[in-house]
């Protein structure tokens, strides 16, 4: 619910085509929103027979919760069926507020401690239907260490202007982004980026990888990603900071 695209998503697909969508401003901070949306679907009522609009808004959000938060939304669907009054009334809009921001990917957030504490390289694929809170979860992720607040991770949309159609278009893209010559060799890109490893944590994104032909998804991760990760091990010995 942070992210606009997001907050369309869960709600078109909880409330397909139902008219109080249209009364949504979705340019609202998102406490605002929360809190004004929570009103309106309580003051839509049923979207079917037997089932109000902000129930219909609760299942879909259960399934991206934990289970302890599922077991509270369970019950905050009984009450909403079952009592008239339930919201705006009886429940603060702050209780939905944290359920809604707790889409909060746990199990994920919990793998990949689990990960960058055994090893010093590793890569992870955010992937999932549009909308569906990828974007969330990376940013939970770089919650994960404090130090990742001070850094600017290295971002490539592999969409933009076809970069993820071809490796030589990605290599210039990164190219770009540490200010090299487009034609640089690809060996002085990777020596960059363990270069900062001496004194910080790298963290590259690849945005829109499902735009990525197999082939070149494949051949990108033997091209750079597997290079990398060997140079890291070889010469990039662990600093005091002991990055990642």
Not at 70 to 81: C, D, F, G, K, S
Request: hydrophobic share 40%.
């Amino acid at each position: 619910m942070e992210d606009k695209k997001e907050r369309r998503g869960h709600l078109n697909r909880a409330l397909i085509n139902v008219s109080v969508l249209n009364s949504l401003d979705w340019d609202m901070p998102v406490d605002t929103f929360i809190t004004d949306m929570v009103k309106k679907l309580h003051d839509f009522g049923e979207i079917v027979s037997g089932k109000p609009a902000l129930c219909a808004l609760l299942i879909e959000i259960r399934q991206y919760v934990g289970v302890d938060k599922q077991v509270r939304i369970n019950e905050l669907i009984v009450e909403v069926q079952t009592q008239g009054e339930f919201l705006p009334n009886q429940t603060p809009p702050n209780l939905l507020f944290d359920l809604l921001l707790q889409i909060d990917f746990k199990q994920q957030a919990r793998l990949v401690r689990k990960v960058i504490d055994r090893h010093r390289t590793a890569a992870f694929l955010v992937h999932g239907e549009p909308y569906c809170g990828q974007q969330l979860l990376v940013n939970r992720l770089f919650r994960l260490k404090s130090e990742w607040k001070k850094i600017s991770p290295i971002k490539i949309d592999v969409s933009h202007n076809g970069a993820g159609r071809s490796i030589s278009h990605l290599w210039r893209q990164l190219a770009s982004w540490f200010r090299l010559p487009k034609d640089v060799e690809p060996k002085e890109i990777i020596q960059k980026i363990c270069d900062r490893l001496f004194t910080q944590d790298v963290i590259l994104i690849f945005y829109t990888v499902d735009y990525m032909p197999p082939k070149v998804l494949m051949a990108w991760l033997q091209e750079f990603w597997e290079p990398l990760v060997a140079e890291v091990e070889e010469n990039c010995p662990h600093s005091e900071q002991n990055t990642h």
